[in-house]
Nanobody, 115 residues
Framework: QVQLVESGGGLVQPGGSLRLSCAAS????????MGWYRQAPGKQRELVAN???????NYADFVKGRSTISRDNPKASVSLQMTSLKPEDTAVYYC?????????WGQGTQVTVSS
């Protein structure tokens, strides 16, 4: 019954902005580190950002300064606000929930940055 559902993906022009959201159910949300990962065709999945139960935020170098991760524990949701998007940001973006060895992935949402 554990489920992560992403939303907010779509087509955006270079330099544009997008806000991704992930709704969680079936977990004690406030105890999990929540993260966003992405995977482009032919490439490995990579961390974009995560946020711990203590609200510590971590970002990959390629998004520092142009992305913000946040969580809303009462709503059991995590969001990723992305700005100054580049074509190389094109990928499927996945929501992740982790507590120790307990790991759950969402189905992903497509982000395409193109003119």
């Amino acid at each position: 019954q554990v489920q992560l559902v992403e939303s907010g993906g779509g087509l955006v022009q270079p330099g544009g902005s997008l806000r991704l959201s992930c709704a969680a159910s079936g977990i004690r949300f406030s105890l999990y580190t929540m993260g966003w990962y992405r995977q482009a065709p032919g490439k490995q999945r990579e961390l974009v950002a995560n946020i711990t139960p203590g609200d510590t935020k971590n970002y990959a170098d390629f998004v520092k300064g142009r992305s913000t991760i946040s969580r809303d524990n009462p709503k059991a949701s995590v969001s990723l606000q992305m700005t100054s998007l580049k074509p190389e940001d094109t990928a499927v973006y996945y929501c992740n929930a982790r507590r120790g060895t307990d790991l759950t992935w969402g189905q992903g949402t497509q982000v395409t940055v193109s003119s």
